[in-house]
């Protein structure tokens, strides 16, 4: 599994932290590398970014309608316990309990609605009705398993007004979210009213690592080794700033036990001062030469054609090499790239519209043709372009011909 001389972001969890260092340490010698591999994995989230990309999908979730809409932070309520109290009245979070990703929600509703009089800030039944508010919005930082954004959703439906509202076809239910993994949006689309949901960016699992396959499952063999894959096996590798979701795998969160005694990296799944000096401002587009190595393309990853095409050439030639691997799941191109889901779905459509990919995101005969000329490309580095504007026109690859 020698990886090379690989750098990435997130790898200032080990250079910049004792912890990390001390948390990579405690394994096996023969264990360390992918583990190192793991911890570089995880997408960082600072507060400025979530709370940039939860906006973005709270606006994007907006704009279908010019009716007020209830803003509502989900959190985790027992099941079968109603939202409203019988004056319809209710906490915008709950009392006692950790309130880390549910008050950063809750505080950001507030701040959305103070802004905009078309956002209600966890408004009671009877200040919905006054609104005639059409949508109900649940908001959360991340669905994994989709449990808590179930139950919340069964404690609001709980009350009769918004049964009947539903019912009359008078409001509708959606959700926003700053990620979300696959299982959790598909127990979220069997909800009783089938929510909208709108996401930021897709949620990386080590399961949908673009990896090659034995280094895949070393991994998540050494998780298992050493704890669990996380909540319901999700396996999740993205941590937020205000806490590490407890879907990511248990050796990065878990107290020490007697066949691993050395300590997480995010105890109890908090995150440190020390470990937050490593979350950048903004997500970190990877290096693509690493993705590409990792999936199995080191000819591509060492040729010169990444360095002179500029980054969004490089993005697109990223795409078509991780295609011509059998990397085709959105999410793990949007983990490979760095993109957004707008941004990842913005550059898929572009590669397809050339030519370079097929719709199903397989590799064309003009995609295999950019790969073998992109990987003879061995001219010196040190005439590398100017990096230019960051926009979705990769002009620097050859464009496919056309009969």
């Excluded at 969890?13 to 570089?40: K, Q, V, Y």
């Amino acid at each position: 599994m020698n990886s090379g001389n690989r750098q990435e972001p997130s790898s200032h969890l080990l250079s910049l932290t004792e912890r990390g260092r001390a948390w990579l340490g405690g394994f096996a010698i023969e264990d360390r590398e992918p583990m190192a591999d793991a911890l570089h994995a995880l997408t960082l989230v600072s507060h400025s970014e979530f709370e940039r990309g939860l906006k973005s999908a709270i606006s994007e979730s907006a704009e279908t309608t010019a009716t007020p809409i209830a803003l509502f932070a989900a959190r985790e309520l027992d099941s079968g316990s109603p939202y409203f109290g019988e004056s319809g009245e209710i906490d915008a979070v709950g009392r006692g309990s950790d309130l880390g990703s549910e008050a950063r929600v809750a505080s950001l509703i507030r701040n959305l609605a103070r802004a905009d009089d078309k956002f209600l800030n966890h408004p009671s039944v009877e200040a919905m009705r006054r609104a005639r508010c059409r949508t109900i919005l649940m908001v959360d930082d991340f669905i994994g398993s989709g449990q808590r954004i179930s139950d919340f959703f069964d404690a609001l439906w709980s009350h009769p007004s918004l049964r009947s509202w539903h019912s009359l076809g008078l409001i509708q239910f959606g959700v926003a979210a700053y990620s979300a993994t696959e299982d959790g949006l598909k127990r979220v689309s069997k909800l009783k009213t089938s929510p909208t949901v709108t996401l930021h960016r897709e949620c990386p699992t080590f399961h949908n690592m673009p990896w090659r396959k034995n280094t895949r499952d070393a991994t998540l063999a050494i998780f298992k080794k050493h704890g669990s894959l996380g909540f319901k096996g999700t396996a999740a590798a993205i941590v937020f700033e205000h806490g590490c979701p407890n879907n990511c795998p248990s050796v990065f969160w878990a107290k020490p036990t007697k066949k691993r005694s050395w300590p997480p990296v995010f105890p109890e799944k908090s995150v440190n001062l020390d470990i937050a000096s490593a979350f950048p401002p903004e997500i970190v587009r990877r290096d693509p030469a690493v993705a590409l190595a990792l999936a199995g393309q080191p000819k591509l990853a060492k040729s010169g054609a990444l360095q002179r095409r500029g980054p969004v050439g490089a993005l697109a030639l990223t795409v078509i090499g991780l295609a011509a691997r059998g990397v085709r799941k959105r999410t793990s191109i949007a983990y490979a790239t760095g993109l957004s889901i707008v941004d990842t779905a913005r550059l898929l459509d572009r590669c397809v519209k050339w030519g370079y990919l097929t719709l199903t995101y397989r590799v064309t005969d003009a995609g295999l043709s950019e790969l073998n000329y992109a990987k003879k490309d061995r001219r010196s580095k040190k005439n590398v372009p100017p990096r230019g504007e960051d926009i979705y026109y990769p002009n620097q690859l050859r464009r496919p011909a056309h009969g």
